[in-house]
Antibody, heavy 122, light 113 residues
Framework: EVQLVESGGGLVKPGGSLRLSCAAS????????MDWVRQAPGKGLEWVSS????????HYADSVKGRFTISRDNAKNSLYLHMDSLRAEDTAVYYC???????????????WGQGTTVTVSS | DIVMTQSPDSLAVSLGERATINCKSS????????????LAWYQQKPGQPPKLLVY???IRESGVPDRFSGGGSGTDFTLTISSLQAEDVAVYYC?????????FGQGTRLEIK
């Protein structure tokens, strides 16, 4: 079964750090671009960051640039998001998602995890 | 960043009736080298992650019922549910992946009238 499982969320004080993990199974993880997407309580979806299959191309939303770092370990089938200088507005459910890319181009995010909750509060 | 604007914000439709959601992008998301619109639609039910419904603006993802259809090109897009079922109650999001900074619409909440 194709699956993504996030972990590492929790309660952290403003200015603190946290590292999220996403464990992939059931597919060839090393072949896919991966994304982090977050959703603040009662709000819509916000793309956070993406990383290409070989980590050659990395992009961030302006809202997290310079504070968050995406990485992956293809040998461990794992995706990470290291978050520094956390703010109250970073409070959200964080999802990892697989980006489906074919020969004809990107097709969207076709597999999502259940999410892990990050709460930034004093 | 490309701004995605959905309309309406919420929609109530009777069972069996048609539901149409609109999505407008602040610039074209038509990728000229492939002639494909880099626009997707997602469905999110309470307590669940988003589910991909449509990609390239009009291609249904595998397993998605054929009552869901996507249309449009360039900057204007629609998601249509031809005959609303109870299980279609959800929030729907459009998403552009044309630019490196992916952006979503604000979401449209679909309810039963």
């Amino acid at each position: 079964e194709v699956q993504l499982v996030e972990s590492g969320g929790g309660l952290v004080k403003p200015g603190g750090s946290l590292r999220l993990s996403c464990a992939a199974s059931g597919f060839s993880f090393s072949s896919y671009t991966m994304d982090w997407v977050r959703q603040a309580p009662g709000k819509g979806l916000e793309w956070v960051s993406s990383i290409s299959s070989s980590s050659n191309f990395i992009h961030y939303a302006d809202s997290v640039k310079g504070r968050f770092t995406i990485s992956r370990d293809n040998a461990k089938n794992s995706l990470y998001l290291h978050m520094d200088s956390l703010r109250a507005e970073d409070t959200a459910v964080y999802y990892c998602a697989r980006r489906q890319i074919s020969a004809a181009g990107t097709r969207g995010m076709d597999v999502w995890g259940q999410g892990t909750t990050v709460t930034v509060s004093s | 960043d490309i701004v995605m604007t959905q309309s309406p914000d919420s929609l109530a439709v009777s069972l069996g009736e048609r539901a149409t959601i609109n999505c407008k992008s602040s610039q074209s998301v038509l990728y000229s080298s492939t002639n494909k619109n880099y626009l997707a639609w997602y469905q999110q039910k309470p307590g669940q992650p988003p589910k991909l419904l449509v990609y390239w603006a009009s291609i249904r993802e595998s397993g998605v019922p054929d009552r869901f259809s996507g249309g449009g090109s360039g900057t204007d897009f629609t998601l249509t549910i031809s005959s609303l079922q109870a299980e279609d109650v959800a929030v729907y999001y459009c998403q552009q992946y044309y630019s490196r900074g992916i952006t979503f619409g604000q979401g449209t909440r679909l309810e039963i009238k």
